[in-house]
């Protein structure tokens, strides 16, 4: 079965499916996603949680044998799957299809997470598989004209009522990004007063008197070329506890969609386009144009490597972390030294 992230809720209340597969490019209704599959796995007493990597070495057949293996405590298990950009290949999809047939006579609960699935992927066997046996949730970014539809549910949610001009504001200020948002709405409950409505002036005060740096502020910096900014902003986040994924999440976004603007200039769209193409509100092209200034396809790739690198100390590789933070930064925003 297929259904959109909205769904989830009531159909994870009906019956926790054995299969399931969380597709998107949207992170925060992603994570929501899947810490909701696991709370509900928990509900219904899967015990113990085992994680799976997929990368280029990944063998995919170790998977049948983690479900066959007993759980630790007796009971079962819920094998979380996570391939990124990573491809079934060959092996993957019969091991996929292999599982979803066998999820009928076992106890365990696979839960695939994957980026946005392409047509291809999503007309393939092991997809239909996942279909026919499993439930495909698909998270799909929120369109800029239900944005303050969003955040106005959102607020709702954590108690603070908002009038529509505050709603429209703050969709503006972030911009089609549901973590900033989600971010800027767990500010605003330790500002706004129970039973207070939150007006489009009040939220303005409380915007401009905040001495946060947010995740925007560090990559619009890296974008427009300004070294010495992007390191105080980088340290301010630091130095109030933002977590290292969160600030690799924001640049590394940045850094491919500079990539993808760089391919299609090369490929002779005109600099307008190609940003219609790649949803980069009108607001935020000189931004980018900046960007292409300093630049390249070449340093792009250079900079998702050092990202990747980032996220392997993240994950415990032993490199120090600060400072492969502090040196994407920096040459992200155009300088190739160590320190700005």
Not at 199 to 222: G, H, M, N, Q, V
């Amino acid at each position: 079965m297929k259904i959109a992230f909205n769904k989830l809720p009531d159909t994870l209340k009906k019956k926790l499916p054995q299969v399931i597969w969380l597709t998107g490019d949207e992170p925060l209704q992603m994570q929501e996603a899947a810490d909701m599959i696991r709370a509900c796995a928990r509900q219904q007493g899967v015990e113990e949680r085992e994680v799976h990597d997929v990368g280029a070495q990944f063998q995919w057949k170790q998977l049948l044998g983690a479900t066959a293996s007993l759980s630790l405590f007796g009971g079962s298990k819920l094998l979380e799957v996570r391939l990124g950009s990573s491809k079934p290949g060959k092996e993957g999809s019969e091991v996929i299809q292999q599982l979803c047939r066998m999820s009928e006579q076992g106890n365990d609960c696979l839960l695939f997470i994957s980026n946005k699935l392409d047509a291809a992927q999503q007309k393939s066997a092991w997809m239909k598989a996942v279909e026919q046996h499993g439930l495909l949730v698909q998270i799909w970014p929120v369109e800029t004209s239900q944005l303050p539809r969003w955040i106005n549910a959102r607020l709702a949610s954590a108690g603070v009522q908002a009038d529509m001009d505050a709603t429209s504001l703050l969709a503006d200020k972030v911009e089609g990004n549901l973590l900033a948002a989600a971010q800027e709405i767990e500010k605003l409950r330790l500002f706004v007063a129970p039973g207070e409505r939150l007006t489009a002036e009040k939220l303005l005060l409380l915007i401009e008197d905040a001495s946060r740096y947010s995740l925007f502020d560090l990559a619009d910096a890296c974008l427009e070329g300004k070294t010495s900014r992007a390191v105080k902003v980088l340290r301010g986040l630091e130095s109030e506890g933002s977590e290292a994924p969160l600030l690799l999440w924001a640049l590394t976004r940045e850094i491919r969609q500079v990539s993808s603007l760089l391919h299609h200039l090369d490929a002779g769209r005109p600099f307008d386009t190609a940003c219609q193409q790649l949803r980069i509100w009108d607001k935020r092209k000189p931004i980018y144009r900046a960007a292409t200034q300093h630049l390249n396809k070449a340093s792009t790739h250079q900079l998702l490597q050092l990202a990747h690198q980032c996220d392997q100390a993240i994950k415990g590789s032993g490199e120090p972390l600060n400072d492969l933070l502090l040196q994407l930064v920096v040459r992200f925003s155009g300088l190739n030294t160590q320190t700005a």
